[in-house]
């Protein structure tokens, strides 16, 4: 059985990877309509501002699933050459720099959804607001920091790889 931040993670983004795939069905749907649509000489208006704004969801929702799963693609040219022990400090090295980068990223994410909800910036065709995107892929990034530590913990407890 895993820990209980393993256990939070894996429903977490498990939700958040379900979020980020009904986004992409979503804007394949919509735009296969609009170009339907515009065929006829009735196109969707918003069309483009919709997708773009669902587009941040399917990249910021997805991350941390694709994340906790290792799914990205690695080229391990020169772990193999090392030692156990080499290996655990450059994963945490790198585990490390990830974290602070989306640390960083989440902060600034928060301080920009809060500034687009004091403004009031909205899209401007269907005037779509802006913020709870930049909410939403900001909670994402904190998620991926939490994957991050939970790679160092189980890198520094031999459960990594």
């Known amino acids: 059985m895993g820990s209980l931040l393993e256990r939070f993670l894996g429903a977490a983004t498990k939700i958040l990877d379900v979020i980020g795939g009904a986004a992409l069905t979503f804007m394949m749907l919509l735009t296969v309509a609009d170009v339907i649509l515009r065929a006829t000489g009735r196109p969707l208006v918003g069309t483009f501002e919709v997708v773009a704004l669902a587009l941040s969801l399917v990249i910021g929702f997805t991350i941390p699933k694709v994340s906790l799963d290792r799914g990205h693609i690695?080229?391990?040219?020169?772990?193999?050459?090392?030692?156990?022990?080499?290996?655990?400090?450059?994963?945490?090295?790198?585990?490390?720099?990830?974290?602070?980068?989306?640390?960083?990223?989440?902060?600034?994410?928060?301080?920009?959804?809060?500034?687009?909800?004091?403004?009031?910036?909205?899209?401007?065709?269907?005037?779509?607001?802006?913020?709870?995107?930049?909410?939403?892929?900001?909670?994402?990034?904190?998620?991926?920091?939490?994957?991050?530590?939970?790679?160092?913990?189980?890198?520094?407890?031999?459960?990594?790889?």
Request: aromatic share 12%; net charge positive; charged share 15%.
């Open 74 to 161: 690695r080229v391990d040219l020169v772990m193999v050459l090392l030692g156990r022990r080499s290996q655990a400090l450059l994963n945490t090295f790198t585990r490390l720099i990830c974290l602070a980068l989306f640390a960083i990223i989440t902060y600034n994410l928060f301080l920009v959804a809060g500034e687009l909800r004091a403004s009031g910036e909205v899209s401007p065709t269907i005037q779509l607001p802006a913020y709870p995107f930049a909410y939403g892929v900001a909670v994402c990034c904190a998620v991926e920091c939490l994957v991050f530590i939970l790679d160092i913990c189980k890198i520094w407890t031999g459960r990594y790889e």
